[in-house]
T-cell receptor, first 109, second 114 residues
Framework: AQRVTQPEKLLSVFKGAPVELKCNYSYSGSPELFWYVQYSRQRLQLLLRHISRESIKGFTADLNKGETSFHLKKPFAQEEDSAMYYC???????????FGGGTRLMVKP | SAVISQKPSRDICQRGTSLTIQCQVDSQVTMMFWYRQQPGQSLTLIATANQGSEATYESGFVIDKFPISRPNLTFSTLTVSNMSPEDSSIYLCALDNSLNNEQFFGPGTRLTVL
Protein backbone atom coordinates (compact mmCIF):
# COMPACT_ATOMS: atom_id res chain seq x y z
CA ALA A 1 0.00 0.00 0.00
CA GLN A 2 1.08 3.56 -0.55
CA ARG A 3 2.50 5.54 2.32
CA VAL A 4 3.91 9.02 2.87
CA THR A 5 6.13 9.83 5.80
CA GLN A 6 7.11 13.23 7.11
CA PRO A 7 9.49 12.52 9.98
CA GLU A 8 9.41 15.97 11.54
CA LYS A 9 6.24 17.27 13.13
CA LEU A 10 7.83 20.62 13.86
CA LEU A 11 10.68 22.48 12.23
CA SER A 12 11.82 25.78 13.68
CA VAL A 13 14.35 28.00 11.91
CA PHE A 14 15.42 31.61 11.95
CA LYS A 15 14.57 34.00 9.16
CA GLY A 16 17.12 33.77 6.38
CA ALA A 17 18.18 30.24 7.25
CA PRO A 18 17.81 27.38 4.77
CA VAL A 19 14.84 25.08 5.16
CA GLU A 20 14.36 21.45 4.23
CA LEU A 21 11.12 19.63 5.00
CA LYS A 22 11.55 15.92 4.55
CA CYS A 23 9.15 13.61 2.78
CA ASN A 24 9.59 9.93 2.01
CA TYR A 25 7.14 7.72 0.20
CA SER A 26 6.50 4.09 -0.57
CA TYR A 27 4.48 3.17 -3.62
CA SER A 28 4.72 0.32 -6.08
CA GLY A 29 3.50 2.38 -9.02
CA SER A 30 4.85 5.46 -10.72
CA PRO A 31 4.72 8.21 -8.10
CA GLU A 32 3.25 11.63 -8.53
CA LEU A 33 3.98 13.87 -5.59
CA PHE A 34 2.74 17.17 -4.31
CA TRP A 35 3.38 19.60 -1.50
CA TYR A 36 0.34 21.26 0.03
CA VAL A 37 0.49 24.16 2.46
CA GLN A 38 -1.96 25.49 5.01
CA TYR A 39 -1.34 28.97 6.36
CA SER A 40 -2.98 30.05 9.58
CA ARG A 41 -6.74 30.40 9.16
CA GLN A 42 -6.58 29.54 5.47
CA ARG A 43 -7.58 26.46 3.57
CA LEU A 44 -5.24 23.79 2.36
CA GLN A 45 -3.78 24.68 -1.01
CA LEU A 46 -1.33 23.25 -3.47
CA LEU A 47 2.20 24.60 -3.22
CA LEU A 48 3.92 22.64 -5.94
CA ARG A 49 3.94 19.34 -7.82
CA HIS A 50 6.95 17.37 -8.93
CA ILE A 51 5.81 17.02 -12.51
CA SER A 52 5.97 20.72 -13.24
CA ARG A 53 9.43 21.12 -11.67
CA GLU A 54 8.51 24.64 -10.69
CA SER A 55 9.67 26.96 -7.95
CA ILE A 56 6.86 28.53 -5.96
CA LYS A 57 7.54 31.22 -3.36
CA GLY A 58 11.19 30.19 -3.51
CA PHE A 59 10.41 26.56 -2.67
CA THR A 60 11.61 23.66 -4.79
CA ALA A 61 11.26 19.91 -4.45
CA ASP A 62 13.01 17.22 -6.43
CA LEU A 63 11.71 13.70 -6.75
CA ASN A 64 14.48 11.22 -5.93
CA LYS A 65 13.24 7.80 -6.92
CA GLY A 66 16.37 6.08 -5.65
CA GLU A 67 15.83 7.42 -2.15
CA THR A 68 12.02 7.53 -2.55
CA SER A 69 12.06 11.10 -1.32
CA PHE A 70 10.49 14.42 -2.25
CA HIS A 71 12.01 16.90 0.17
CA LEU A 72 10.88 20.53 0.09
CA LYS A 73 13.64 23.13 0.17
CA LYS A 74 14.06 26.85 0.36
CA PRO A 75 17.44 28.56 0.64
CA PHE A 76 16.32 31.53 2.75
CA ALA A 77 13.24 31.14 4.95
CA GLN A 78 10.86 34.05 5.47
CA GLU A 79 8.50 34.62 8.37
CA GLU A 80 5.52 34.34 6.05
CA ASP A 81 6.57 30.77 5.25
CA SER A 82 5.36 29.71 8.69
CA ALA A 83 2.60 27.17 8.03
CA MET A 84 1.69 23.48 8.00
CA TYR A 85 3.19 21.62 5.08
CA TYR A 86 1.84 18.31 3.82
CA CYS A 87 3.49 16.00 1.35
CA UNK A 88 1.01 14.01 -0.72
CA UNK A 89 1.21 11.08 -3.11
CA UNK A 90 -1.18 10.61 -5.99
CA UNK A 91 -2.25 6.99 -6.48
CA UNK A 92 -4.96 4.85 -8.01
CA UNK A 93 -4.51 6.03 -11.56
CA UNK A 94 -4.40 9.64 -10.59
CA UNK A 95 -7.56 10.09 -8.58
CA UNK A 96 -6.50 9.64 -4.99
CA UNK A 97 -4.20 11.42 -2.61
CA UNK A 98 -2.57 10.03 0.48
CA PHE A 99 -1.05 12.59 2.81
CA GLY A 100 1.92 12.57 5.11
CA GLY A 101 1.48 13.55 8.72
CA GLY A 102 2.45 17.14 8.10
CA THR A 103 5.29 19.35 9.31
CA ARG A 104 4.72 22.64 11.04
CA LEU A 105 7.32 25.16 9.93
CA MET A 106 7.99 28.06 12.26
CA VAL A 107 10.24 30.82 11.00
CA LYS A 108 11.44 33.04 13.79
CA PRO A 109 12.47 36.67 13.28
CA SER B 1 -9.40 27.30 -9.61
CA ALA B 2 -12.92 26.51 -8.42
CA VAL B 3 -14.65 28.19 -5.53
CA ILE B 4 -15.64 25.65 -2.88
CA SER B 5 -17.79 26.39 0.13
CA GLN B 6 -18.82 24.25 3.06
CA LYS B 7 -21.65 24.59 5.53
CA PRO B 8 -21.59 24.71 8.47
CA SER B 9 -18.11 26.05 9.11
CA ARG B 10 -18.26 24.61 12.61
CA ASP B 11 -20.68 22.92 14.94
CA ILE B 12 -20.88 21.48 18.41
CA CYS B 13 -23.08 18.41 18.63
CA GLN B 14 -24.31 15.98 21.22
CA ARG B 15 -23.33 12.35 21.27
CA GLY B 16 -25.73 10.15 19.34
CA THR B 17 -26.94 12.83 16.96
CA SER B 18 -26.11 13.25 13.28
CA LEU B 19 -24.77 16.18 11.29
CA THR B 20 -24.91 16.76 7.57
CA ILE B 21 -22.15 18.81 6.00
CA GLN B 22 -22.73 20.47 2.66
CA CYS B 23 -20.15 21.15 -0.03
CA GLN B 24 -20.95 23.50 -2.90
CA VAL B 25 -18.75 24.14 -5.92
CA ASP B 26 -19.16 26.97 -8.41
CA SER B 27 -18.50 24.75 -11.41
CA GLN B 28 -19.33 21.23 -12.49
CA VAL B 29 -16.84 18.64 -11.36
CA THR B 30 -16.77 14.92 -11.86
CA MET B 31 -15.03 13.78 -8.72
CA MET B 32 -15.43 15.10 -5.22
CA PHE B 33 -13.73 13.78 -2.15
CA TRP B 34 -14.40 13.88 1.57
CA TYR B 35 -11.51 13.93 4.03
CA ARG B 36 -11.22 13.88 7.79
CA GLN B 37 -8.49 15.61 9.75
CA GLN B 38 -8.52 14.57 13.38
CA PRO B 39 -6.80 16.78 15.96
CA GLY B 40 -3.06 16.73 15.43
CA GLN B 41 -3.39 14.31 12.55
CA SER B 42 -3.03 14.47 8.81
CA LEU B 43 -5.82 14.24 6.28
CA THR B 44 -7.45 10.88 5.72
CA LEU B 45 -9.65 10.17 2.75
CA ILE B 46 -13.12 9.00 3.76
CA ALA B 47 -14.68 8.45 0.38
CA THR B 48 -14.95 9.53 -3.21
CA ALA B 49 -18.31 10.91 -4.30
CA ASN B 50 -19.24 10.55 -7.95
CA GLN B 51 -22.44 11.90 -9.40
CA GLY B 52 -24.86 9.19 -10.38
CA SER B 53 -23.27 6.36 -8.46
CA GLU B 54 -22.64 5.18 -4.94
CA ALA B 55 -19.74 6.73 -3.09
CA THR B 56 -16.58 4.67 -2.83
CA TYR B 57 -15.37 4.33 0.74
CA GLU B 58 -11.83 3.86 1.96
CA SER B 59 -10.82 1.17 4.36
CA GLY B 60 -12.15 1.89 7.82
CA PHE B 61 -15.10 3.99 6.67
CA VAL B 62 -18.60 2.68 6.01
CA ILE B 63 -21.71 4.07 4.42
CA ASP B 64 -23.86 3.61 7.51
CA LYS B 65 -21.60 5.88 9.50
CA PHE B 66 -20.78 8.39 6.75
CA PRO B 67 -23.57 8.44 4.18
CA ILE B 68 -22.78 10.64 1.20
CA SER B 69 -25.02 12.19 -1.39
CA ARG B 70 -24.02 13.58 -4.75
CA PRO B 71 -27.21 14.76 -6.43
CA ASN B 72 -25.47 16.81 -9.11
CA LEU B 73 -22.08 17.90 -10.38
CA THR B 74 -21.81 20.94 -8.11
CA PHE B 75 -22.96 19.64 -4.74
CA SER B 76 -22.32 16.90 -2.22
CA THR B 77 -23.19 16.15 1.39
CA LEU B 78 -21.49 14.09 4.04
CA THR B 79 -23.44 12.97 7.09
CA VAL B 80 -21.68 11.96 10.27
CA SER B 81 -24.15 9.59 11.91
CA ASN B 82 -24.63 8.59 15.53
CA MET B 83 -21.75 10.78 16.57
CA SER B 84 -19.33 10.10 19.37
CA PRO B 85 -16.50 12.28 20.72
CA GLU B 86 -14.08 10.33 18.51
CA ASP B 87 -15.78 11.93 15.50
CA SER B 88 -14.57 15.35 16.58
CA SER B 89 -12.55 16.43 13.61
CA ILE B 90 -12.29 18.79 10.69
CA TYR B 91 -14.12 17.47 7.65
CA LEU B 92 -13.04 18.74 4.25
CA CYS B 93 -14.43 18.32 0.81
CA ALA B 94 -12.17 18.50 -2.20
CA LEU B 95 -12.45 18.29 -5.92
CA ASP B 96 -10.11 16.92 -8.48
CA ASN B 97 -8.69 18.95 -11.31
CA SER B 98 -8.65 16.15 -13.80
CA LEU B 99 -6.18 17.97 -16.01
CA ASN B 100 -3.24 17.65 -13.64
CA ASN B 101 -4.51 15.68 -10.63
CA GLU B 102 -4.39 18.71 -8.38
CA GLN B 103 -7.02 18.74 -5.67
CA PHE B 104 -8.73 21.87 -4.44
CA PHE B 105 -9.97 21.91 -0.89
CA GLY B 106 -12.91 23.49 0.81
CA PRO B 107 -12.44 25.54 3.97
CA GLY B 108 -13.43 22.63 6.21
CA THR B 109 -16.08 22.02 8.84
CA ARG B 110 -14.87 21.83 12.42
CA LEU B 111 -17.01 19.38 14.34
CA THR B 112 -16.91 18.95 18.10
CA VAL B 113 -18.91 16.14 19.66
CA LEU B 114 -19.62 16.37 23.37
Amino acid sequence: AQRVTQPEKLLSVFKGAPVELKCNYSYSGSPELFWYVQYSRQRLQLLLRHISRESIKGFTADLNKGETSFHLKKPFAQEEDSAMYYCALNYNAGNMLTFGGGTRLMVKP
Amino acid sequence: SAVISQKPSRDICQRGTSLTIQCQVDSQVTMMFWYRQQPGQSLTLIATANQGSEATYESGFVIDKFPISRPNLTFSTLTVSNMSPEDSSIYLCALDNSLNNEQFFGPGTRLTVL
